[in-house]
């Protein structure tokens, strides 16, 4: 792996660019768009609770008053919201520069969504399979403009039950958290290959943070897990969000980051450190699985981008 010894501070100036960053009110979110504001660029807080957006913003500009930044309401877990949000920012904004599909759940007690998909697939994947989907058209309209899905190292451990995605044969919230997670890395190699095969200037970049401590791990979890990670795993291995949002602030923002890559921390088992171009597992890249994935979730979503398939096969 290259050492990039790449930090914060090296973000250049984004003066001018759009950002749009779903669950931005804490964690990785939070710590992703404070970074982007004060390297000049307007960031959008996507977030599913507007108080709580309120308060992340206000927390940026405390430090940082001259910070342009928008704090909309967006549930991901409902596609009807992730259509209303999609239809609201197209009124306001005639181009997007940058989405960060940051927002997630982990392992909670098996839920529905709104239109019944497993919550974490709907959450982690579906709703921003949508959201990607619905805001192409202004992505492609931006000043090098990237799609940063973020994933987790647990992608590795992760497989599509395209039998059974909603769990109802059986479920186990870490193993359809890791579902989850695969899907989003499935997902961001394939919109790479289509995006690559309708020669489009949007990159699509893939982004983990390692073992990074936020309110995944302590708010959604069931009591053991929240207790493995919260008060045991967490003190002793977790870094802070903003050294784990170093990945995809450099996905996002780096000259050097390449369409199709993976980053994550540079460090041993990739838990923690500065970003680095690291291994998709060959599982995840494979294009018969994200070929797959792509035409069930946009069947689920009734989302399609009209791009043609990286065989040149019909558009979807």
Do not use: C
């Not at 003066?15 to 960053?21: A, C, D, E, P």
């Amino acid at each position: 792996m290259t050492q990039l010894h790449w930090t914060a501070e090296q973000i250049p100036d984004q003066s001018g660019r759009t950002f749009l960053v779903t669950g931005a009110n804490s964690g990785l979110g939070l710590a992703t768009a404070d970074a982007l504001a004060r390297a000049g660029g307007r960031v959008i807080l996507a977030v599913r609770d507007e108080e709580r957006g309120r308060r992340a913003a206000d927390r940026i500009a405390a430090g940082l008053p001259d910070a342009a930044l928008e704090v909309r309401r967006l549930d991901l877990a409902d596609l009807d919201s992730v259509r209303a949000f999609a239809g609201r920012l197209r009124a306001d904004h005639t181009r997007l520069d940058v989405l960060v599909n940051n927002a997630g759940v982990m392992a909670p007690p098996r839920q529905l969504s709104a239109q019944g998909h497993e919550l974490q697939f709907a959450v982690n994947h579906l709703g921003h399979f949508a959201l990607t989907g619905l805001l192409l058209d202004l992505l492609a309209a931006g000043r090098d403009p990237r799609v940063v899905t973020v994933t987790s190292l647990r992608h590795r451990q992760g497989r599509l039950r395209f039998d059974d995605l909603d769990g109802a044969r059986g479920y186990a919230p870490m193993a359809f958290y890791d579902q989850s997670k695969f899907a989003g890395a499935v997902f961001g190699r394939e919109l790479h290959r289509r995006l690559t095969a309708a020669a489009s200037p949007i990159r699509s970049l893939l982004a983990h943070p390692g073992y990074t401590a936020t309110n995944l791990q302590t708010n959604g979890p069931i009591a053991l897990w929240r207790l493995v990670f919260g008060r045991i795993l967490n003190p002793l291995l977790a870094q802070a969000p903003e050294r784990g949002a170093l990945p995809q602030l450099y996905a996002a923002t780096s000259p050097d980051a390449a369409g199709g890559e993976l980053v994550g921390p540079d460090g041993r088992g990739e838990l923690r450190g500065g970003p680095v171009r690291v291994r998709l597992s060959q599982a995840a890249a494979d294009p018969e699985t994200g070929r797959r994935l792509w035409e069930v979730s946009g069947e689920l979503t009734d989302v399609r981008y009209g791009l043609p398939a990286p065989s040149g096969g019909p558009r979807r």
